[in-house]
């Protein structure tokens, strides 16, 4: 990543604003900037590994996808299997 310093701004209204302020403070935290930072890399990794949970990588999606919306027959094995699984009693 560059080092180099980037801006990001946020309007709020004063009640947000005192809100996090004194969630801030709460955390022990110095800045509410560095409150936000935080608190917007946490949200935002943990976004991240969800998504990651779903499918791993580019390579699985595009595994995934080709198998779903290929028109391939299933094979002998999926066959049985389905077979053996519409016999048992749920």
Not at 24 to 41: D, Y
Not at 56 to 67: L, M, N, R, V
């Amino acid at each position: 990543m560059n080092s180099k310093q980037a801006r990001f701004e946020l309007r709020l209204n004063q009640e947000d604003k005192l809100f996090f302020e004194q969630a801030s403070q709460l955390a022990g935290f110095k800045t509410l900037s560095s409150f936000v930072l935080t608190a917007l890399r946490s949200y935002a990794t943990k976004v991240f590994q969800e998504n990651e949970k779903i499918l791993i990588s580019q390579k699985e999606k595009e595994t995934f996808f080709d198998a779903v919306f290929s028109n391939a027959e299933p094979n002998d094995a999926l066959k049985k299997a389905t077979t053996k699984y519409l016999k048992t009693d749920l």
